[in-house]
């Protein structure tokens, strides 16, 4: 028996650079195309619940509800036979987004009734999971997510710290106030501290002693200065993942992206990645 390991379709392969890689005159204008059709769907999913809008253009919003979805369709299934693994894009959540957006008009098609009415709406607001695909086409998107990934452990610790701190002002603001000013529990106090804090103030719960409002003035300004922790994390990490962003070069069997363009394997998963020779040469050419 021989070892050669199957060879994939060169076909795949090119559907694969359309779909996945936008460093050609191909993969450019399908992202064009498909970042055109999303935001004019969406906005279709919004108009569509504006009842007057509804009443006169149901049958325009109809057809560019299946269009649509056709075109969608298409590009789910398209995606699942250029990659190596079709089980892996399947689950990944970006295809259980583009699963989203098509499933709800195929299941619109088999319910029916004023019993299932409810349903339906629920389900056909899905369809605005759609927006979601738009950060298959933001380059900046990816940057974004490289850098919370690298700052989610200080921003845990950041959360963690922040929890304590609105525990223990709402206990002291329920030791102080109590029940007879409005802060009935602690649950309620801490509540309170977290509206404060964050600068919210709606105003239902408000310390009444002189007391509970000096402590309320305290708790207002250190949420000035806390907002500002997390938001110094995430920009020192976006300028590190910002200076240090590659090329979108992606995975065609796990859809790792961010590759350099000189990598031969995927550092995930270990596949080989795909010749971009030629699609160096119809960059130039572009």
Known sequence: MSDTPIQRAAWRDNVYRVIFEADTP????????????????????MLDSVASIHARWETELVFLEWLFTIVFTVEYFARLVSVHKASGYAFSFMGIVDLLSTLPSYIG???????????????????IFRVLKLSYYLEES???????????????????????????????????????????????????????LTTVGYGDIAPKTALGQTIASMVMILGYAIIAV??????????????????????????????????????????QLLDHTQTSKEEDAW
């Open 26 to 45: 191909a993969g450019k204008l399908f992202d064009i195309v498909l970042v055109v059709s999303i935001i004019i769907s969406v906005l279709a999913v």
């Open 109 to 127: 098609l088999f319910m029916s009734g004023g019993s299932y009415a409810m349903s339906l709406r629920l389900l056909r607001l899905l369809r």
């Open 142 to 196: 990816h940057v974004m997510a490289r850098a919370l990934a690298a700052s989610k452990r200080k921003l845990l610790v950041f959360l963690l710290s922040i929890l304590t701190l609105v525990m223990i002002l709402g206990t002291i603001m329920f030791t102080v106030e109590g029940p007879e000013n409005g802060y009935s529990s602690i649950p309620e106090s801490i509540y309170w501290a977290i509206v404060t």
């Open 230 to 271: 997390p938001t110094g994390i995430v920009t020192a990490e976006l300028t590190r993942a910002q200076a240090d962003r590659n090329l979108v070069i992606a995975c065609p069997r796990c859809m790792l992206e961010g590759h350099d363009f000189s990598a031969v394997y995927c550092r995930r998963c270990g596949e």
